[in-house]
């Protein structure tokens, strides 16, 4: 009797067990949250802290000041976990990096542009939305740059919760219409300025994934479709090294290099051609050498597109660390400007500490909320390999010296996540257009849900970020009139 209970007990024990482990990882799973919760919290206190130690106690200016630096490390936060992502998530989709090794590149190079390379002045209304003129006085500019700063960091706080990938400048473009509108009425507005950010909802995404399009149909034709790939690709590998270092040299020369030196377009553009050139004279005896011994397969082809996309994705996060944390903290700064010399000004020097404080907070919202916005850029969206995110990369860097030359204010955001889509587009407009004309091939018609399956690109996906990015400035602008309305009647 017990030999034949003991196979069952043994059972039985295998599945408590088994059920106890299900437990602890449902609970690890669900705890989760709460430490990256409980670890922000703590940044967010300790830089309040700081700011109350540096700014002395007491005083009503400190004390603005302190919730100014917690809204900033908020705001921070939220930038790490929703528009870093955009550049991450394709090296990451396409298996080039690994989601602890992505991170950590991009925690070490956004914090190295904007600690060495962020702007030392910036313009505290956001590329003139705002006339500061038109402020009655010094108390009403500092309601609404906190109004601005707390609207923005709420909406993208809320975007990544949803999982859409918005632009962070525009949330703050928001923000400051939005409180400006509530201070000042719409007179205030510089609506010029206004429509050439709306302009840029569209042309930004359209223009970003026309490239990488571009991109990815020369690679398929000049190497994936050849005979010999292995031969093709010593030929044009190198090429397109170049291109991406030409313009990742003239992107960071536009955008990144503000503090140690200001460059004009025409100087970026010579200076991209000549490390272009250098970079491609580099690539060619590494790539032969790499390409040594080889399959004539795609597969091989992945490996020699592998490091190139891991380089200009830590070029993206520091081009990123260097321009678009300076506008972010832009309104804290303003804030600790206006609090310390009694005055708003247009433009004004950010801080060595406000940019720490964006430096570290983007760095901790990236470790503790990221993984994602990466996840869903990169492999959610669209399936993406090397050479597709590659052509991701490119396009973010050409597209922003494109659109610095037409003089258009474009999103980096808006620019990546739309080279993704047009990645994925091109790739289903490809595949209808080669699709064998007797297929299926037992002449049966696909079904319409099957065919909405077979889609390259997620439609939800598309539907959900593209609502995002259409009411990212007006539900900011919402939200800091209403925050400007609350901060001004308490504070009357």
């Known amino acids: 009797m017990s030999q034949n209970s003991s196979p069952r007990q043994w059972k039985t024990l295998d599945k408590d067990l088994g059920r106890i482990g299900q437990l602890e990882l449902a609970t690890l799973y669900v705890s989760r949250p709460m430490v990256g919760l409980g670890v922000a919290l703590a940044f967010i206190v300790i830089v309040g802290l700081i700011a109350a130690l540096f700014t002395g106690s007491g005083s009503s200016s400190s004390a603005i000041i302190v919730a100014a630096a917690v809204l900033g490390a908020y705001m921070a936060i939220n930038i790490g976990a929703n528009d870093v992502a955009n550049n991450m998530g394709p090296a990451v989709g396409a298996n080039a990096l690994t989601l602890a090794g992505a991170i950590v590149i991009a925690a070490l190079f956004e914090s190295a542009g904007a600690l060495l390379a962020g702007g030392d002045v910036v313009s505290t209304i956001s590329k003139g939305i705002i006339d500061p003129t038109s402020m009655s006085d010094t108390r009403i500019f500092i309601w609404a740059m906190m109004a601005a700063l707390t609207s923005s960091?709420?909406?993208?706080?809320?975007?990544?919760?949803?999982?859409?990938?918005?632009?962070?400048?525009?949330?703050?473009?928001g923000g400051v219409m939005g409180a400006g509108i509530a201070a000042a009425g719409f007179s205030a507005i510089n609506w010029s300025s206004m429509g050439a950010i709306a302009a840029s909802w569209v042309i930004s995404p359209v223009l970003g994934g026309v490239i990488a399009a571009g991109f990815l149909a020369?690679?398929?034709?000049?190497?994936?479709?050849?005979?010999?790939?292995?031969?093709?690709?010593?030929?044009?590998?190198?090429?397109?090294?170049?291109?991406?270092?030409?313009?990742?040299?003239?992107?960071?020369?536009?955008?990144?290099?503000?503090?140690?030196?200001?460059?004009?377009?025409?100087?970026?553009?010579?200076?991209?051609?000549?490390?272009?050139?250098?970079?491609?004279?580099?690539?060619?005896?590494?790539?032969?050498?790499?390409?040594?011994?080889?399959?004539?397969?795609?597969?091989?082809?992945?490996?020699?597109?592998?490091?190139?996309?891991?380089?200009?994705?830590?070029?993206?996060?520091?081009?990123?660390?260097?321009?678009?944390?300076?506008?972010?903290?832009?309104?804290?700064?303003?804030?600790?400007?206006?609090?310390?010399?009694?005055?708003?000004?247009?433009?004004?020097?950010?801080?060595?500490?406000?940019?720490?404080?964006?430096?570290?907070?983007?760095?901790?919202?990236?470790?503790?909320?990221?993984?994602?916005?990466?996840?869903?850029?990169?492999?959610?969206?669209?399936?993406?390999?090397?050479?597709?995110?590659?052509?991701?990369?490119?396009?973010?860097?050409?597209?922003?010296i494109v659109a610095s030359w037409l003089g258009l204010p474009v999103s980096s955001t808006h620019i990546a996540v739309g080279a993704v889509f047009g990645v994925g587009f091109f790739r289903e407009w490809?595949?209808?257009?080669?699709?064998?004309?007797?297929?299926?091939?037992?002449?049966?018609?696909?079904?319409?849900?099957?065919?909405?399956?077979?889609?390259?690109?997620?439609?939800?996906?598309?539907?959900?970020?593209?609502?995002?990015?259409?009411i990212t400035v007006p539900a900011a602008a919402l939200l800091s009139a209403l925050v400007f309305v609350a901060l001004n009647a308490m504070f009357v």
Not at 157 to 169: C, K
């Open 430 to 470: 490809h595949n209808e257009k080669h699709r064998p004309r007797n297929a299926p091939s037992n002449g049966s018609k696909i079904a319409t849900e099957e065919r909405r399956r077979r889609k390259l690109v997620r439609r939800s996906h598309f539907l959900t970020i593209a609502a995002a990015w259409v």
């Open 153 to 173: 960091a709420l909406w993208v706080n809320l975007a990544t919760w949803i999982g859409a990938p918005v632009s962070t400048t525009h949330s703050v473009v």
């Open 218 to 400: 020369f690679i398929k034709a000049r190497i994936i479709y050849q005979d010999d790939k292995i031969a093709a690709a010593r030929r044009w590998v190198p090429v397109l090294v170049g291109i991406m270092a030409g313009a990742f040299s003239a992107y960071l020369s536009v955008k990144g290099l503000k503090r140690v030196i200001t460059i004009d377009l025409g100087t970026a553009l010579l200076i991209g051609a000549l490390v272009g050139v250098l970079f491609y004279a580099i690539a060619v005896p590494v790539v032969r050498r790499q390409s040594r011994g080889m399959e004539n397969r795609n597969k091989s082809l992945k490996i020699l597109f592998s490091l190139p996309l891991v380089i200009s994705a830590a070029l993206l996060s520091f081009a990123h660390g260097a321009n678009d944390v300076a506008n972010a903290v832009g309104p804290l700064a303003a804030i600790v400007h206006s609090v310390e010399f009694g005055e708003f000004a247009g433009k004004v020097a950010i801080p060595t500490w406000v940019m720490i404080v964006g430096a570290l907070g983007i760095s901790f919202g990236l470790v503790l909320f990221g993984p994602k916005l990466i996840r869903m850029v990169g492999s959610q969206i669209t399936k993406l390999n090397p050479m597709r995110a590659f052509c991701v990369a490119l396009s973010a860097a050409i597209t922003v």
